[in-house]
């Protein structure tokens, strides 16, 4: 079982860091320390994903979600909540049944296997995919193989082009590579104020 830092834990969960933070300060889901630092299991991330996917006005505690992770059934109307282990429903926001009681059914299964993608592709950007040589930008993490710095990378991605323009510009390069520098990115952001994107204003004197 790995563990995650909640800046990692966010990412890999599709959700909203401050939403993390705030829950690890309530104590809703389980950390714990290492070397001073707060680590978040890969079970936990399941749970905040989950969550970070319910409707806000459905406040379904989180607990709650962690116990039951079969089956949610929430009632349309009003903030209770119940559970149920019927099998066949869809997790969607539109009703896929509805119950005489109003009561709509939802699979959280649904949510997991794209959290699960993210998971097992960092856990391959960590193993190899992206590496840091303090020969290589003086230890900016890159693309293992290649001296292509993956901020840059995200950035440029995060800016609009697309993985199919990277891979042209650099065909060395799988779409598996660009996809998990981007995550690798997003999951362990550059601290303190970088020194502008040299990489961007390059890109923009070309047009």
């Keep these: 079982?790995?563990?995650?830092?909640?800046?990692?834990?966010?990412?890999?969960?599709?959700?909203?860091?401050?939403?993390?933070?705030?829950?690890?300060?309530?104590?809703?889901?389980?950390?714990?320390?290492?070397?001073?630092?707060?680590?978040?299991?890969?079970?936990?991330i399941a749970v905040i994903a989950v969550s970070a996917s319910l409707p806000d006005e459905w406040k379904i505690p989180i607990r709650k979600i962690e116990e039951?992770?079969?089956v949610l059934v929430v009632p349309h109307h009003g903030r209770d909540y119940k559970v149920s282990r019927r099998a066949g429903a869809v997790f969607s926001y539109e009703p896929v049944s509805i119950d005489p009681n109003g009561v709509w059914t939802f699979n959280v299964q649904k949510v997991l296997p794209a959290?699960?993608?993210?998971?097992?592709?960092?856990?391959?950007?960590?193993?190899?995919?992206?590496?840091?040589?303090?020969?290589?930008?003086?230890?900016?993490?890159?693309?293992?193989?290649?001296?292509?710095?993956i901020y840059a990378i995200a950035a440029r991605l995060e800016g609009g082009e697309s993985l199919e323009e990277l891979q042209a510009e650099y065909p060395y390069v799988t779409r598996e590579q660009l996809e998990a520098a981007r995550l690798y990115a997003k999951a362990n952001p550059l601290r303190g104020r970088p020194g502008g994107r040299p990489w961007l204003k390059k890109k923009s004197r070309k047009r």
């Design 1 to 44: 079982m790995a563990d995650y830092t909640p800046q990692e834990a966010a990412v890999l969960a599709g959700a909203n860091l401050r939403s993390v933070q705030k829950a690890i300060t309530e104590k809703r889901i389980k950390v714990r320390r290492k070397a001073g630092r707060r680590l978040i299991d890969d079970r936990s």
């Design 115 to 149: 959290v699960q993608e993210r998971m097992a592709l960092y856990e391959k950007a960590k193993r190899g995919l992206v590496e840091r040589n303090p020969e290589i930008l003086g230890g900016t993490p890159v693309i293992a193989g290649t001296r292509l710095n």
């Design 68 to 70: 039951f992770m079969s």
